[in-house]
């Protein structure tokens, strides 16, 4: 796999979310230690940016662009991004519980120890992206087109893959415990014999327990 990561967001200007109106394009900026929950954004872009330690929770992000941009240690916590797209960006250390990406695309997008529970990204579009140490737990992805998606150590528990073709995809170093998968979704997907137990339930069977 080779993940594009954010480059040459080293040399940047401090600036304020706040400062930030619709339609404006940000380019080479830093945001830092800054709070901007409830704060919303339309068609707004951001380029060869880094934010750290921003916490944008409960705020909705429609039509934005972000490209070549660095979040660490942020909170986006039932933040709502609609029709957004993600180029070349990366998620390390981040919260980003019940975030949605419906109807979002990303594309080299890395997301490293980062705790996404609930996490939405049903009708998107991912390529070439990658889930490493994250935990996606109860995540959503419904009718989500996937090119190129690795998983590596993820916890996928009770996530839920419908209409979203896992043919190629690796899930075998990743907890899978109680996904919920088509039958012809999970066609092709590779998974370690351990694994099988918890897609027992595509062919109707179930394991007999002895009790001593």
Not at 133 to 140: I, P, Q
């Amino acid at each position: 796999m080779k993940i594009l990561k954010p480059q040459n967001i080293d040399d940047l200007d401090n600036e304020y979310l706040k400062n930030i109106s619709d339609g404006e394009k940000a380019v080479y900026c830093n945001f830092e230690n800054e709070n901007s929950d409830g704060t919303d954004l339309f068609e707004t872009e951001f380029e060869n940016c880094r934010f750290c330690n921003v916490m944008m929770q409960n705020v909705m992000l429609e039509k934005v662009v972000f490209k070549n941009v660095c979040f660490e240690k942020c909170n986006f916590s039932n933040a709502e991004f609609s029709e957004t797209s993600f180029i070349r960006c990366e998620f390390k250390n981040c919260k980003l519980s019940g975030c949605s990406m419906v109807n979002c695309r990303l594309f080299n997008v890395l997301f490293s120890q980062t705790n996404a529970g609930y996490f939405n990204i049903s009708m998107g579009s991912i390529e070439n992206v990658l889930f490493k140490d994250t935990v996606l737990k109860n995540a959503y992805f419904l009718e989500t087109k996937m090119k190129k998606v690795y998983f590596d150590s993820a916890d996928l528990t009770q996530s839920k893959f419908l209409k979203t073709s896992l043919n190629g995809v690796d899930l075998s170093n990743s907890e899978i415990e109680g996904i919920a998968v088509g039958a012809d979704d999970i066609k092709g997907a590779v998974i370690e014999p351990s694994q099988a137990v918890d897609l027992l339930y595509l062919i109707g069977v179930k394991l007999k327990t002895n009790n001593f």
